[in-house]
DNA sequence: ACCTGAACACCGTTCAAGT
DNA sequence: ACCTGAACACCGTTCAAGT
């Protein structure tokens, strides 16, 4: 058994452990999470495990791969909590919830990899994740083929809630200064009053934090999947 | 009337349009429709207008500030259908279209402004439009509060199908064949069937095509708000 | 087998100089 | 006033050569 094509793979290489195609990934996803999508490079990861940018190519094959490897070990990284037909309306505000939090804990995850045409959720475990909620859908009710449209239809309201709300929050452009987020209405939505009568008069409320406009979608899909549930 | 501050820009040099901000970003957003928002750089819309790269920057700060412009000049091209508060629900659905065509017709334009975290929608007309929408719900009897949450939530809708979804079919990225994206389950979704119960019995399903999942989601989002409405 | 260093073709941006 | 051409510091990627 000591011929050279079973021979183990050295674990560490010049007081350094060896790079795997999934330590490479796992290393942009840290360091995604740590710096932002724009900082991710393949010179500055390099850097990062100390090793020249082009030791990177033996384990990936270009940048799109090394997004497509962080994706499924960011994929691999979530369960759902358990689905209760029972109790659909909580167990479906959690799962919403904790997914939300998931992509958070990544920031700017989902949007890379729909800025390198990535199609994520290829990993086991996200696919669990997926027939869990599919089946929930079917249990309380909806034909197999609504149940398969709401639950894509969630989980693209809490990537989409993410990608475009929680960003903003989470990561302000250099311009706006964060506090000002939280007013009504935001920066991005203040003209003349004259010409917008609704959205001026928004000024008088209550600010929404991004939690409260969360669960404010969340009860509208909860309401709008029960209004088809068969009576 | 002749003193030079006075006198008119020249219209034309060099047998050439002269730029303008205006000119320059209108470009950039052709630029984006016909090529996509990799190929959107400054060297290749300076080439594309028959100028150098730093001509580009007298109308323009940087990068940035020009997707900035395409987005302004993007969204200063799309107004709200009427919206009818005694027939608001095929209305709020007729918003729905329009405005997902509109998004298409420029596809890349909302994940370059997101990955450039560039904030939208300061264009008055895009703001007339959002207070039409808020107008829409108040008069149907939501609270303003709710009304303001609804229009950011159908907005969100649009375009987080849009680009999760619709991105997909439009450009699907080199490795997959365009007429599996419409087989269910769809590419990246397929496993170990012994592991996916609900997901593989999908198989058994007509398939989606992208218009009906945006009319499931839309119906959704109709149902979830009517539930909201008082009695 | 896995790495380094140098190189190539790109990119955004700036400088100095032209007209 | 507005442009060009050259340059700088970056990037992804590849080549040839080291150990």
Redesign the pocket.
């Known amino acids: 058994m000591s011929s050279s094509h079973t021979r183990r ?2 674990t560490h ?2 007081g350094r452990a ?2 795997t195609r999934e330590s490479v990934g796992r290393a942009a996803l840290d360091f995604l999470g740590r710096y932002g999508p724009a ?6 990861l ?1 850097t990062e495990l ?10 990936v ?4 791969d ?1 997004i497509t490897v962080a994706a499924e070990i960011f994929e691999s990284g979530w369960h759902s909590p358990p689905l209760d037909p029972a109790r659909w309306r909580e167990d479906l505000r959690a799962f919403c919830r904790e997914l939300r939090a998931h992509y958070r804990r990544h920031p700017g995850m989902t949007t890379l990899a729909y800025s390198e045409n990535i199609t994520m959720a290829r990993h086991p475990v996200m696919l669990r994740n997926v027939d869990a909620l599919i089946g929930l859908f079917a249990q309380i009710g909806l034909p197999l083929q609504d149940a398969y449209r709401a639950c894509m239809e969630t989980i693209r309201l809490v990537a989409g809630f993410v990608e475009l709300q929680d960003s903003l929050h989470d990561r302000p452009p250099a311009h706006v200064t964060p506090d000002d987020l939280d007013r009504l209405p935001p920066p991005w939505l203040r003209g003349s009053p004259e010409d917008l009568p609704y959205l001026s008069r928004t000024a008088t409320l209550e600010p929404d934090s991004p939690d409260t406009l969360f669960d404010f979608a969340v009860d509208i899909l909860v309401a709008g999947i029960a209004a088809r549930l068969p009576a």
């Open positions: 793979r050295p290489r010049k060896t790079l900082e991710l490079t393949m010179r500055s390099a100390g090793v020249s940018p082009r030791a990177l190519y033996n384990y094959e270009d940048r799109r090394l």
